[in-house]
């Protein structure tokens, strides 16, 4: 594994590498010792899988405020994705900035999401799946979001937004009152 930073401090890239022969391919998607560096004292406690059907579908911005603030690993099993990442940390010198990668089988890689930060994505191929491993239990008491489309922020979506959730279109818009997401 090779793990790569972002211009997001906490946000990382991590690439495998597949061993491929004429059967087909093997690859490791998570271990514990390899990724210590982002993972910390963490551990992952659940593991959620996603479908969506439509390219162009975006879904999120999704985030847990503290004390259920929660890392994920997200990575592509089918399809292709853009996905990002959106620092919502209070004092962070990249608050209110994203970083997005594109993902699938292909390119082998995971994003690394850290507390505090926000995370959507946008299909660009039809029927993609997405696996994700989260350090904290999902609560919806502290669930939150920001809208995809937020001017505050200005994610650059590489396709019009289509098939938002009603919760994920009624997100409010973030304004100067905004904190940001404390420890």
């Known amino acids: 594994m090779n793990i790569r930073p972002t211009p997001l401090a906490g946000v990382a890239v991590v690439d495998t590498t597949p061993f491929a022969d004429h059967r087909g ?5 998570f271990c514990e010792r390899e990724l210590a560096a982002v993972l910390g004292t963490r551990r992952i406690v659940q593991i ?5 059907g439509a390219v162009a579908a ?3 911005m999704h985030y847990q405020r503290p004390p259920h603030a929660e890392m994920k690993f997200v990575r592509c099993l089918r399809g292709r994705v853009w996905d990002v990442a959106l620092d919502l940390r209070r004092g962070s010198a990249t608050f209110l900035q994203w970083h997005a990668e594109e993902l699938s089988p292909e390119r ?3 994003l690394v999401i850290p507390e505090g ?4 994505f946008q299909v660009l191929e039809a029927d993609s799946e997405l696996l994700y491993l ?26 019009e937004a289509a098939d938002l959730s009603e919760r994920d279109r009624n997100h409010p818009l973030l304004d100067d009152a905004f904190p940001g997401i404390g420890a």
């Open 48 to 52: 959620n899988h996603s479908r969506t």
């Open 108 to 110: 082998a890689t995971m």
């Open 117 to 120: 930060c926000a995370h959507g």
């Open 134 to 159: 989260h350090t904290a239990h999902y609560e919806q008491a502290a669930e939150g979001g920001v809208r995809h489309d937020d001017p505050a922020v200005g994610i650059s979506w590489p396709l």
């Open 58 to 60: 975006v879904r999120g």
């Open 25 to 29: 391919s093997f690859e490791r998607w």
